[in-house]
């Protein structure tokens, strides 16, 4: 006989095996459990890598349409009832300070949250609070920072937050919040909040 009619018979068998062993139930549930332990690789190694992206950057989730519905003319004159303090050689987007804006209890709480968070209560001299301080003025609650906005006194300072959180919370000025948390969440871009 021929060595090559010999090989191809064991050629023929091992295929008739093969196909046996592959329809067979023990090689298709290590194929199911094979792709079973690869799908959950790929969920962890999703998961994982979300979270070194959510780790690294900071998300703030804002609301997409913001809409204000408003007089289309405001009349303020001497008959108004606001007082209003004059500015002192100010930014020309700086607030001017309304004295009548009534300091509810839960602002206090806010203002110590927000000035323990930004710079330590005053303690940090970095960041904005250091290029203020080099000016000799100061800005310890991270107002405005796009703009380098600087107070002349710590006074200053409290009451322009509370004229930003008054102003929000009955929707004069945008972002709007319902809550003292929602405002202390969107002042500080999401990274904490009462």
């Known amino acids: 006989m021929n060595p090559l009619i010999k090989t191809a018979e064991k050629i023929e068998v091992a ?20 792709g079973f332990l690869l799908a959950l690789w790929a969920v962890d190694f999703t998961v994982q890598k979300v979270t070194d992206f959510t780790n690294s950057h900071k998300i703030t989730r804002q609301p997409v349409i913001q809409l204000k519905i408003q007089w ?24 001017i300070l309304d ?4 300091v509810r209890a ?11 968070n930004e710079s330590g209560r ?40 509370y004229l930003w959180l008054d102003n ?13 948390s929602e405002c202390i969440l969107n002042y500080s871009n999401g990274g904490y909040t009462l």
């Open 15 to 34: 295929k008739k095996k093969a196909k046996k062993v592959i329809r067979g139930w023990k090689f298709r549930l290590l194929a199911v459990l094979i």
């Open 72 to 95: 289309p003319y405001r009349i303020e004159g001497k008959d108004s009832g606001k007082k209003v303090i004059p500015p002192l050689n100010r930014a020309k987007n700086a607030p």
């Open 99 to 102: 004295v009548d804006v009534k």
């Open 106 to 116: 839960d602002y206090e709480k806010a203002y110590n949250l927000v000035w323990l």
């Open 122 to 161: 005053g303690k940090d001299k970095s960041g904005l609070n250091g290029y203020c301080i080099n000016k000799g003025m100061i800005n310890e609650i991270g107002y405005a920072p796009h703009e380098n906005y600087c107070f002349k006194d710590r006074t200053e300072q409290k009451e322009t937050f």
């Open 168 to 180: 929000r919370l009955n929707h004069k000025k945008m972002p709007w919040c319902d809550n003292l």
